[in-house]
């Protein structure tokens, strides 16, 4: 079932924002039950096994629904199963060859990287997860490409749902034989949650995947991969630079914690406040920095099949078009989320982690103004890709990268920054990879934007970060935390979008294109 882009991004975004909130309180519930010694073993593992989940797939979603969304275009249902037939060949294959090293190897590879080798048996429980993730993952690619992105949603949320159910069991379960055991089996959960979300996938995918895998066994892999050799070409023009865009990200956020502690003491500070430091950064202001960034990413994966159909018709407009729409509910719906994180910073981090972290809200509140560019970058990016030129995000990510990577180490290391200058160069870097993405759109299809509309919403923006530092600052002095945050939040929010509204930014046609209640909705607005 084919959804418009405004429509499968709403979708998206609803079904993100639930698996957002139940992956935090996975991560609660999971904390309370195996401590911080089996959290410290899971975040040991998990890391890792996403990182070579990003390896298996290759960079096959985001190529496949290109692709699909070209031949669907086309009008050619034999290429379109070609493509998918070769994504999940290739995904299976490297997958195997994957899951063999790492049990054939599995102990000199966890004595290599893991300081605890209680560490070795989560890593063995997590193994499977990566088949059936990757098979899974390039099925939704597949389906984003027709446009249809109910069962991307809803197989995060089955995902989510089974782990949730599942987690305390299998941890409870195996606690007796030690917490490496019991943090095995919360690893299994995501077994049983990425294999209950494929078998949903499977099922909507109906008597296509019954013949895709009829062709699979009939075929064997490489003869099948040798006959279609043109169309595993175009798949790889796609795939190799968004994986290396990705494991770019990886290595990146691999020597960030080695570089920043040792800057740090080199700035003057002990080993010990330095690693305190670095955890309050990157274990709590990131996250809550980056927390919004799930409405951006949906909107990030509608538009790789969005704007490669428009371009495949040589719909210029159209592809100028979605384009700007993604810009521009990326603005309207980030902005808020920079306002509030910003006016808010320290006595958000003070009600989630406790006062005694009161330096927490100090770095969020020199980082939440530059967020805005960070909710802008997926879907430039996807936008980029969308218009076969991958290689430009790689490019863009890289010299990213290596300025953010480089100007971590050199402002840290100076005793007038220190963890300062690690907010700094990552504010620099998020800031410098979105304007490079946005240089290069301009350049490659001329694009522009409406900036008496941005800056309509500009402008909403700042009165709603006024009223709300006022009001909390005068009306609010007396109340909880907990209360100031919900009324200013609440109030502010609302004012923003009677400011929309106002200035027509925000009408009528807009609301009604929200999936359910929107016909409900738009009879309070006007039209614009």
């Not at 808020?336 to 982690?353: H, K, N, Q, R, S």
């Amino acid at each position: 079932m084919r959804q418009s882009f405004f429509y499968g991004t709403v979708i998206l975004i609803i079904a993100g924002g639930i698996t957002k909130v139940f992956g935090f309180a996975h991560r609660i519930v999971l904390s309370r039950i195996i401590g911080a010694e089996g959290m410290g073993l899971y975040q040991m593992v998990v890391p890792l096994l996403y990182f070579l989940i990003t390896l298996t797939t290759f960079g096959l979603p985001v190529a496949i629904a290109k692709q699909v969304a070209e031949t669907e275009a086309a009008n050619n249902p034999r290429l379109t199963r070609r493509f998918l037939l070769l994504a999940l060949s290739v995904a299976g294959g490297i997958s195997l060859v994957i899951c063999s090293v790492l049990l054939l190897f599995s102990t000199w590879i966890a004595s290599g990287l893991f300081a605890d080798p209680r560490a070795h048996i989560v890593m063995l429980a997590a193994i499977p997860v990566i088949p059936i993730s990757s098979i899974s993952l390039v099925l939704r690619g597949y389906f984003q490409g027709k446009q249809n992105m109910i069962p991307t949603a809803v197989s995060q949320l089955i995902e989510q749902i089974v782990r949730m159910a599942l987690v305390v069991v299998m941890t409870i379960s195996f606690m007796s034989h030690g917490v490496e055991y019991a943090t095995a089996g919360a690893v299994a959960s995501i077994i049983f949650g990425e294999a209950a979300g494929l078998l949903y996938i499977l099922w909507q995918y109906r008597k296509g995947s019954k013949k895709t895998a009829a062709l699979l066994l009939r075929k064997p892999f490489l003869q099948g991969v040798s006959a279609h050799s043109a169309s595993l070409r175009q798949l790889i023009h796609v795939a190799l630079p968004v994986t290396m865009s990705r494991i770019i990200g990886s290595i990146a956020y691999v020597l960030e914690p080695m570089l920043v502690p040792l800057a740090l003491v080199m700035a003057g500070f002990t080993t010990a406040n330095a690693t305190g430091l670095y955890g309050q950064f990157a274990g709590m202001a990131v996250p809550l920095l980056t927390f919004p960034t799930f409405l951006t990413y949906s909107l990030s994966v509608s538009l790789v099949p969005a704007v490669a159909e428009a371009a495949f018709q040589n719909n210029a407009p159209l592809v100028h078009r979605r384009i700007y729409q993604s810009m521009r509910i990326t603005l309207v719906i980030g902005a808020p989320c920079t306002v509030l994180l910003t006016v808010f910073a320290e006595p958000l981090c003070g009600l989630i982690y406790g006062e005694q972290f009161h330096e927490v809200g100090y770095l969020l509140k020199q980082m939440a103004p530059f967020s805005v560019f960070l909710f802008f970058q997926a879907p430039l990016a996807a936008a980029l890709q969308g218009l076969d030129y991958a290689q430009v995000v790689f490019r863009n990510t890289l010299i990213g990268a290596i300025v953010k990577t480089a100007a971590m180490f050199l402002f840290t290391a100076q005793p007038s920054f220190g963890i300062y200058g690690t907010v700094i160069a990552l504010n620099i870097g998020i800031t410098l990879v979105t304007l490079l993405h946005f240089a290069s759109l301009i350049k490659k299809i001329g694009f522009t934007i409406d900036v008496k509309e941005f800056g309509k919403i500009g402008a909403a923006m700042l009165a709603m970060g006024y009223s709300g530092s006022y009001m909390a600052k005068h009306w609010f002095t007396d109340v909880t935390v907990g209360q100031l945050l919900l009324a200013c939040t609440m109030a502010s929010t609302v004012l923003y979008v009677v400011l929309l509204v106002a200035m027509k930014v925000l009408g009528k046609q807009d609301v009604r294109r929200i999936p359910w209640i929107g016909e409900q909705l738009s009879i309070f607005f006007p039209r614009r």
